[in-house]
């Protein structure tokens, strides 16, 4: 581990992800607070200045030295699959953020993770609740889809070299994972929440709206065939075996279960400032 002098440490799990890159930015940027690396990979050679880094599997590893003398958690780690790995190592990280006497924990989860049935939401319904049960002061931050994630959607079906359909009904909110990294330090600097108000981006858009902007920027050659979900349900086409939570969730999808039902947060970057902005960027 890499001594730092700060007065405020934060440990954040899954910091080396698409979400945890932009807090440890975003906590680097506040003086007087200091950024700890919780990841399963060695620490690099070389590291910022001031960054810490403990090398732990939450699941598996002793947690003590990734909570010595940590002021508060940012928990956004999560390896997908079933989920039940991320309830084991959440229910171990909040035991040693309570032993450690940490001030404030922050849980991301996702917008509709109780409306929606896929399996990996159970999972973080589950995180919610082992959360709220903890002794240690808590936040619970509901979280809608990131704009990488809904380009991934559109994205892959049009790299198939064939016309791929998408379920173009489907309905999104989603945000720019820089303005969740914001949002999550101001919460994690201040007065623990409890449920937190649900964090979003500034429009709703379908699945078919999002793939149309995706092409037209990206300027990539593909094709996607819209198709309406009454069109694909079991029963009206006949599909064949299903998982049995297949309809439920895009169903969820399609009536917005995954968007913001009470007090929010908006980001203010579209999914197209979001693409424009990395292109800028890319050719900067
Ligand atoms: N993607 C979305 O649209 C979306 C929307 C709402 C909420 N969320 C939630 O936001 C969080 C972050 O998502 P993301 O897309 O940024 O994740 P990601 O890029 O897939 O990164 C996952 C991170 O989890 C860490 N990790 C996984 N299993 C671990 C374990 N057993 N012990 C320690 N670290 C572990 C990985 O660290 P190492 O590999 O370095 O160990 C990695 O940094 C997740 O909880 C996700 O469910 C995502």
Not at 243 to 249: F, L, M, Q, R, S
Request: charged residues 20%.
């Amino acid at each position: 581990m890499h001594a730092s002098t700060s007065t405020r440490r934060i440990l954040v799990t899954g910091a080396t992800g698409t979400l945890g890159r932009h807090v440890i930015a975003a906590l680097e940027d506040q003086p007087g607070v200091g950024a700890r690396i919780l990841s399963r990979r060695e620490r690099p050679a070389v590291i910022a200045t001031g960054r810490e880094w403990v090398r732990a599997d939450l699941a598996t590893d002793s947690l003590d030295a990734a909570l010595e003398d940590v002021d508060g958690v940012i928990h956004l780690a999560s390896d997908k699959g079933s989920g039940e790995a991320d309830v084991i190592g959440t229910r171990r990280l909040l035991a040693a953020a309570e032993g450690a006497g940490a001030r404030h924990v922050v849980v991301i989860s996702i917008i509709g993770c109780d409306r929606i049935p896929l399996p990996f939401y159970a999972s973080k319904v589950r995180i919610e609740a082992l959360t709220r049960a903890s002794a240690i002061p808590w936040t619970i931050a509901r979280v809608a889809q990131f704009h990488s994630f809904v380009e991934r959607l559109v994205a892959a079906p049009a790299a198939l070299p064939i016309p791929a359909p998408i379920v173009a009904d489907l309905r999104f909110q989603p945000v720019d994972e820089r303005e969740v990294a914001d949002r999550l330090v101001e919460i994690a600097l201040g007065t623990p929440l409890g449920d937190a108000p649900e964090i979003a981006g500034p429009e709703v858009l379908t699945l078919g709206e999002i793939a149309t902007t995706w092409l037209a920027e990206s300027g990539r050659p593909g094709t996607l065939v819209p198709v309406a979900l009454d069109t694909i349900a079991p029963g009206s086409a006949g599909l064949p075996t299903i998982a049995p939570w297949v309809p439920g969730t895009l169903e969820g999808y399609r009536s917005g279960a995954n968007t913001p039902h009470g007090d929010r947060t908006l980001g203010h970057v579209r999914f197209v400032d979001w693409l424009r902005q990395r292109r800028a960027a890319g050719s900067a």
